[in-house]
């Protein structure tokens, strides 16, 4: 069952006493940040959100599932994972290693660069969350996760700006090995009004209670969160997108339906009601009807 979004504290848990001490949220005096090899536990992670970022270099091969995709890691990659998007990590072959650090919201807005880090395309909304790193961009960011290990145990007193650094060139060593996930500009009015839409229709998920459901569900409510008029937001979004603002709404609902199905063990009415539906039967017919399934006929494959 995917459960409520980890926090920090239940990371820590997690950890044998042996590998790490559980530390203070705020132990690098503003947010929280923390370094460590991937090599000193199981690296198998739950399927869940968290409330903290990750950057993991991975070095062995399995299985990377989030939001309602997978994708088959068979070589070194790194992997930006943000609190938006829950993932769960499977590794298949028995050598695993490589780093990984975690961090708060509140360490990365610690910093005069937080713009730069929390635009990235590593950070923000929708964008490909991993990368796969050749073999000089791969020795960097190794000798970078290094440095971070030592820095991690020093007494040095600035040691926390000294790692926001560390982090700042990590991100942009391993863009390098995608330079087609550059950072953009809105080109238009309406790509910007229709940019802010598919932002904000992506903040509404991931579900992580049967008992929460959406706030925002029609065009009206999203118009209403952006204080622009509702033809102006569904002639955006139809101008940059080419689908409807009510068709972008219902393939949101129905990707996060398709993850629910197959990661929770949620009964169907709960499904429904999480994502808005009045009554079960009319959450089963609008998913036979985008996805060509019904909710059982799916969650009997997953299984």
């Given at each position: 069952m995917?459960?409520?979004t980890?926090?920090?504290e239940?990371?820590?848990?997690r ?7 559980p ?14 090899s991937r090599e000193?536990?199981?690296v198998v ?13 991975i ?15 068979d ?5 930006f ?10 590794p ?8 990984y ?9 610690h ?21 796969f ?5 791969l ?8 440095k971070?290990?030592?820095e991690?145990?020093s ?5 926390y ?8 060139l990590?991100?942009h ?6 330079p ?5 500009t ?11 839409f ?6 509404q ?12 569900k029609t065009?009206a409510?999203?118009?209403?969160a ?11 979004v139809?101008?940059?997108t080419?689908?409807?603002t ?20 949620w009964?169907?009415a709960?499904?429904?009601y999480?994502?808005?539906f ?11 009807k985008?996805t060509?399934?019904s ?7 997953a299984?």
């Amino acid at each position: 069952m995917m459960k409520t979004t980890e926090s920090v504290e239940d990371f820590y848990k997690r950890l044998p006493r042996d590998v790490a001490s559980p530390q203070s949220t705020n132990n690098a005096g503003i947010g929280h940040f923390n370094v460590f090899s991937r090599e000193s536990y199981s690296v198998v992670s739950p399927y869940s959100r968290r409330d903290f970022y990750k950057a993991s270099l991975i070095i062995g091969t399995g299985k990377l599932y989030y939001a309602d995709k997978w994708v088959q890691i068979d070589r070194p990659a790194m992997l930006f994972s943000n609190p938006v998007v829950p993932y769960s990590w499977e590794p298949e072959s028995e050598n695993q290693s490589g780093w990984y650090c975690l961090f708060t919201e509140g360490f990365i807005q610690h910093t005069e660069r937080v713009e730069s880090l929390k635009d990235s395309p590593l950070f923000k909304i929708g964008s490909n969350p991993i990368f796969f790193p050749g073999e000089a961009q791969l020795q960097e960011i190794s000798a970078i996760f290094q440095k971070m290990m030592v820095e991690m145990a020093s007494t040095y007193a600035q040691k926390y700006d000294v790692l926001r650094s560390y982090l700042h060139l990590l991100i942009h060593e391993s863009m390098k090995s995608n330079p087609a996930n550059s950072f953009g500009t809105y080109v238009n009015a309406s790509a910007r009004v229709s940019g802010l839409f598919l932002e904000l229709l992506e903040r509404q998920f991931p579900i992580d209670s049967p008992l929460a459901s959406l706030s925002l569900k029609t065009p009206a409510d999203y118009a209403h969160a952006l204080s622009v008029h509702v033809n102006h937001l569904n002639r955006s979004v139809k101008e940059t997108t080419g689908k409807t603002t009510s068709e972008q709404i219902a393939a949101r609902i129905a990707k996060e339906a398709s993850a629910l199905l197959q990661h929770t063990d949620w009964n169907i009415a709960d499904i429904a009601y999480s994502l808005g539906f009045e009554y079960p039967s009319y959450f089963t017919n609008f998913f036979k009807k985008h996805t060509g399934m019904s909710p059982n006929q799916l969650r009997n494959i997953a299984v």
